[in-house]
């Protein structure tokens, strides 16, 4: 059985899980959070980062690695894919996806919602107006690269380019703060096309409970 370690609130957890399900495949899902960290944790993810991994005798951590492990070993569907322009293409958007815009949608997550519900700290409001500041020009950049609804960012096809770009946008929802359909009308129709797929609305819904909880 394959097992990940975190919690799906993470966007590089939730972009694993998402690339399981896509792919059909059986896995438990082990709770870790921020603080504590078992034994078992940290055999998988030595310095103690969301997700951890473990298929077997096999382990590794980072959300990247484990993606393009799993397209190796489980390559249907194909979710990286295989051209040297769509492969370049994919890895970018991965990158984009989880260092520019979960740095800026992580100020306004960590602040709002992990700081005082989980860590039982005051969050830092000038943080997340900045930000929320840094949102437009991330927006703006996927307003003329993202495709027509129905259509996917690399390949025409999913990809790990849309579920990385996209699972960062669920931590920005689950804080009510939303992409503006009037100022970004591609951003606004392509974003919904991807979470409402089976593989994200599912985490979704189970997060959304658990934060109104």
Not at 126 to 151: H, K, N, S, T, W
Not at 166 to 176: D, E, K, T, Y
């Amino acid at each position: 059985m394959i097992k990940v370690y975190g919690s799906t609130l993470s966007p590089f957890v939730r972009k694993v899980v998402v690339v399981l399900a896509e792919k059909g495949l059986d896995y438990e899902l082990i709770p870790a959070g921020l603080q504590a960290h078992s034994t078992d944790f940290l055999s998988v993810s030595p310095f103690g980062k969301m997700p951890g991994f473990r298929d077997g005798d096999f382990a590794i951590s980072d959300s990247s690695a484990i993606v393009h492990y799993l397209d190796a070993k489980y390559p249907e569907p194909r979710l990286i894919p295989q051209t040297p322009e769509d492969l370049g293409r994919a890895v970018w958007y991965d990158e984009f996806g989880d260092t520019i815009v979960t740095a800026s949608a992580g100020k306004v997550f960590f602040n709002r919602v992990v700081a005082p519900r989980f860590l039982k700290q005051s969050g830092n409001e000038d943080m997340v107006q900045q930000g929320i500041a840094e949102l437009p020009r991330l927006f703006d950049y996927l307003e003329g690269v993202v495709p027509e609804p129905g259509d996917f960012l690399v390949g025409g096809a999913l990809s790990l380019a849309d579920i990385a770009v996209a699972s960062p946008f669920v931590n920005l929802s689950h804080c009510a703060v939303d992409v503006d359909c009037a100022k970004h009308p591609r951003l606004g129709a392509w974003l919904p096309t991807i979470l409402s797929r089976p593989s994200f609305a599912a985490p979704i819904v189970e997060e959304t409970a658990f934060l109104a909880a």
